[in-house]
Each structure stands twice: as C-alpha cells, then as structure tokens.
Antibody
Framework: QVQLVESGGGLVKPGGSLRLSCAAS????????MTWIRQAPGKGLEWVSY????????YYADSMKGRFTISRDNAKNSLSLQMNNLRAEDTGVYYC???????????WGQGTMVTVSS | EIVLTQSPATLSLSPGERATLSCRAS??????LAWYQQKPGQAPRLLIY???NRATGIPARFSGSGSGTDFTLTISSLEPEDFAVYYC???????????FGQGTKVEIK
C-alpha cells in the first residue's frame, strides 16, 4: 500500500543538528513532489519545505531558510531533511507528505518527534 | 503573504447534526484550497482538494464550497468518527508557500 515512514527524530540541544528521513513505498516516488510539514505540541500545522519530483526546485518557509536542507534520492525512494542550528521553537512532530497535482498533500507519514531542549 | 482564518475555533455539536466550518483568505484565491482532518495522535488526512473535490475514500457527507476569499467545509450529518480538528490549506504561487489555517475543533456537545 501507499506509505510514508519517517525516522530520525529525537532529543537535541539548542544549536545542534538532526537529519530526518522519510521512506516511501507503494507508488512511483519519482513522479511526485514532496514536502515536510511540522506541528508544535498542541499547535497547528506549519509547512516547512518543498522539493520537486526531479530535485530541481526547492522552497523553504522563511524561518527555516539557511538552517534546513531538503533532499531526495529517487533511486532509494527516500526524502530527507537536514536540520542545523536547531532552536527550541523547532520542537514538534515532523511529517513528510506527498503532493498531488492540485497542490494538496494527499499522503502523510505518521510523523517523527523532534525535541530541542537543553 | 496570504493568511487563512478559520472560524469558529471550536464547534460543539451532536452526532447527526450538520457542521459548517469557515475558512477566509486575506486575498482572493481560487482552485487552490484544501481541507484536512486530524484526530488526536494521528497524521492529518486530506478530505477536499481544489476547493470542492473529495479525496479518494472520503465519504459523501463531506463537501467543500466557496470561491474568492470565503470557503466552507460542510459535514452534512456528523458521525462519531468526525469529531476532530479540521484545517484549511492554500498554496500561493509567489512566493511559493503553503499556508494552513489555525484549525477548527469539532467537539461532541
């Protein structure tokens, strides 16, 4: 079945780094744009980053620019998010999601928790 | 930057009642609004895309409507499993960003 599975979350100190991964299965990964979305504890959804299907176009939310790097490996059906210089406000559940042709997110992973705390 | 404002913040209804959720954009948008449902401890699920199209497997009691700046998600008759938080979402062309509303919680009265 169509599935996204995130991994790599954990506890990290402010200023530290973490790399999240998302493994895709059940669909042709290279046909779809992908994104990361996060949710702070008890809060709403916040878009983080976008990558096009062939890796040629990338966008970030303003607060992540210069600190986060999105990438994908179509041969391995894998999406990644490298997060550097982490802040307490980066704490939350990070979801990878598949984009559809109507600019919506039609498949979501279960999420991975990132906690930034000293 | 487009801002999406959802109302009400909380909607208290009984099973079988009709739910009407609003999403208002700070400027006109079209064909680019989606709705999601999120239950506690779960990932969001796509309900509606392109303003009014139901996603795969979504029951017919869910419908989306609207245009310009005012959009509505209607649940015609609430089932017990529909009590959840609902988010609207829009993709802006420039700058290329995806924005969510702050959410509406539909709770059991």
């Amino acid at each position: 079945q169509v599935q996204l599975v995130e991994s790599g979350g954990g506890l990290v100190k402010p200023g530290g780094s973490l790399r999240l991964s998302c493994a895709a299965s059940g669909f042709t990964f290279s046909d779809y744009w992908m994104t990361w979305i996060r949710q702070a504890p008890g809060k709403g959804l916040e878009w983080v980053s976008y990558i096009s299907s062939r890796d040629s176009t990338i966008y970030y939310a303003d607060s992540m620019k210069g600190r986060f790097t999105i990438s994908r490996d179509n041969a391995k059906n894998s999406l990644s998010l490298q997060m550097n210089n982490l802040r307490a406000e980066d704490t939350g559940v990070y979801y990878c999601a598949r984009g559809n042709w109507n600019h919506a997110f039609d498949i979501w992973g279960q999420g991975t928790m990132v906690t930034v705390s000293s | 930057e487009i801002v999406l404002t959802q109302s009400p913040a909380t909607l208290s209804l009984s099973p079988g009642e009709r739910a009407t959720l609003s999403c208002r954009a700070s400027q006109s948008i079209s064909n680019n609004l989606a709705w999601y449902q999120q239950k506690p401890g779960q990932a969001p699920r796509l309900l509606i895309y392109a303003d009014s199209n139901r996603a795969t497997g979504i029951p017919a009691r869910f419908s989306g409507s609207g245009s310009g700046t005012d959009f509505t998600l209607t649940i015609s008759s609430l089932e017990p499993e529909d009590f959840a938080v609902y988010y609207c979402q829009h993709r802006s062309s420039w700058p290329r960003t995806w924005t969510f509303g702050q959410g509406t919680k539909v709770e059991i009265k």
